[in-house]
């Protein structure tokens, strides 16, 4: 419960802050070879969880299990491999972050109780991806494309829009080598969880059970997928781009772990550090409306440059601490690029999906102490 | 301002209608409400636009209500393709991917 880690707060988030690498090109306790990396690569969280990181119980609640079929290690760049064979188990800077919270609000209490959610309870929540791995893919790739769209006549509006047919060696080698970055991200939040975990146990004392630290679900904000969807009455395959969109899958979907099939996919908000997050459950209308997806956090209104200017001269993590909320950063300017002021507010946000009915809301998770990179 | 040529569906959706520029295949989508829309960037809204003229595109150009702009593709943006005529792009998943 909160009042029972709430005076411990400074001490258990510098223990996650020392724990869990963070901060730009921040580099973890794995040192992957090149055999290793290749597994990453191919298995994702479930090569996590062969190798001593978690439980195999939890990749029932990741999405597609912790790993994505379809990836091929051969498409990857040197510079990709490289950037990725010291960051796996990393946090990375920017907006990701690692966040005791507790929940403060229920807004279904049927469904938060099927997910063992109840006020006061303390979660933790963990945003972060596939690191300098993933984006070097993107830059890879992003070069790439633009050589394809000139060769395939495709007409675009912006050059930025650089695209391949889907059926054209290029397009496939991108989804392959995107997927590989998918499960590339899929390892490192599980190892992430696995020593965060460890870490809590640890300092506070206590049995696994009596922690209770299960995944209630991981899933993935920026990824392109084939999936199923009913398009003018007809079940047809379509690849999905989800970028800064959260898969919403209703009830009934065969994607979905017996555990959830009845409830619908369960989704994570992230909000901005100072504000709150959300979870919430996918819907039948997301299916219908929007391809299965929801939002996925608040969205900037200031650019990073933008809210640096703004912060100039004032101690964000003093401001923080005001409002009851440890922070604990790697970089000094980090802070100020994610000051509350800088986002939307995600209750505006959710509360737009919810009342479209292309998700609804389960329960609000408010921040206690803050890991940042 | 490009906002007066978006049309409100209902309290949560607004439409960029296929109109609203020549090449659009389908119409855009945004979930805001006439709150966050006061927050709508111009350039998103030509983003979702553009992702709407890209072959084989399905529906529509759906953005959520944490839309912002992005690379070439609106963060917060979903678009779905069909697999015999459509098309794959990595701005359409961005940088940090998953």
């Known amino acids: ?373 | 301002m490009s906002l007066e040529r978006l049309i409100r569906i209902d309290e949560t959706r607004l439409e960029v209608p296929a109109g609203y520029k020549q090449g659009m295949l389908v119409k855009g989508v945004i979930y805001v409400d006439r709150t966050l829309e006061k927050e709508l960037e111009p350039s998103a809204i030509e983003q979702v636009a553009n992702v709407a003229a890209l072959p084989g595109i399905v529906k529509a150009s759906i953005a959520m209500p944490d839309i912002h702009t992005g690379y070439g593709f609106t963060i917060g943006g979903v678009a779905a393709f069909d697999l015999q005529d459509g098309i794959i792009s990595p701005g359409g998943v961005g940088y940090d991917i998953n």
């Open chain 1, 1 to 373: 419960m909160k009042q029972d880690v709430l005076p411990r707060m400074r001490d258990l988030v510098e223990v996650l802050y020392r724990e869990i690498p963070s901060g730009v090109g921040s580099k973890g306790k794995i040192r992957l070879g090149p055999e290793d990396e290749r597994k990453v690569l191919l298995r994702g969280a479930q090569w996590a969880v062969e190798n001593g990181y978690g439980n195999a119980a939890d990749l029932d609640h990741i999405e597609s299990y912790g790993r994505i079929d379809g990836a091929d290690p051969s498409l990857i760049s040197s510079k990709a491999y490289e950037r990725g064979r010291a960051q796996q188990g990393t946090l990375g800077s920017g907006n990701h972050f690692l966040e005791i919270q507790y929940v403060d609000e229920i807004y279904d209490a049927g469904a938060a109780n099927s997910l063992g959610i109840y006020e006061g309870q303390v979660t933790v929540m963990i945003h972060t991806g596939s690191r300098g791995f993933g984006h070097q893919v993107c830059t890879d790739f992003l070069e790439v494309m633009e050589r394809a769209a000139r060769k395939y006549r495709i007409t675009l509006f912006d050059k930025e829009l650089a695209c391949a047919p889907v059926s054209s060696p290029e397009a496939q080698d991108y989804l392959a080598a995107m997927r590989a970055a998918a499960n590339y991200a899929w390892a490192n939040r599980q190892c992430i969880m696995h020593w965060t975990r460890e870490a809590l146990l640890r300092e506070l004392g206590t049995s696994p059970r009596e922690l209770g630290l299960e995944l209630i679900y991981d899933v993935a904000h920026n990824i392109a997928k084939i999936e199923e969807h009913t398009v003018n009455g007809k079940k047809k395959k379509l690849v999905v781009h989800r970028k800064g969109a959260t898969r919403a899958f209703p009830p009934g979907h065969p994607e979905l772990p017996a555990a959830y099939r009845e409830l619908g996919q369960p989704v994570l908000i992230p909000g901005d550090m100072g504000r709150a997050s959300y979870l919430l459950l996918g819907t039948q209308k997301a299916m219908d409306e929007t391809f299965g997806s929801t939002c996925h956090g608040a969205g900037r209104v200031m650019s990073r440059h933008q809210a640096i200017r703004r912060a100039k001269g004032r101690a964000i993590w003093r401001e923080m601490a005001d409002k009851g909320i440890i922070v604990r950063s790697a970089g000094r300017e980090t802070l100020a690029e994610e000051m509350s002021e800088a986002y939307k507010d995600i209750s505006d946000v959710v509360d737009v999906v919810h009342r479209a009915g292309i998700s609804k809301k389960v329960a609000r998770l408010r921040p206690m102490g803050v890991v940042k990179g």
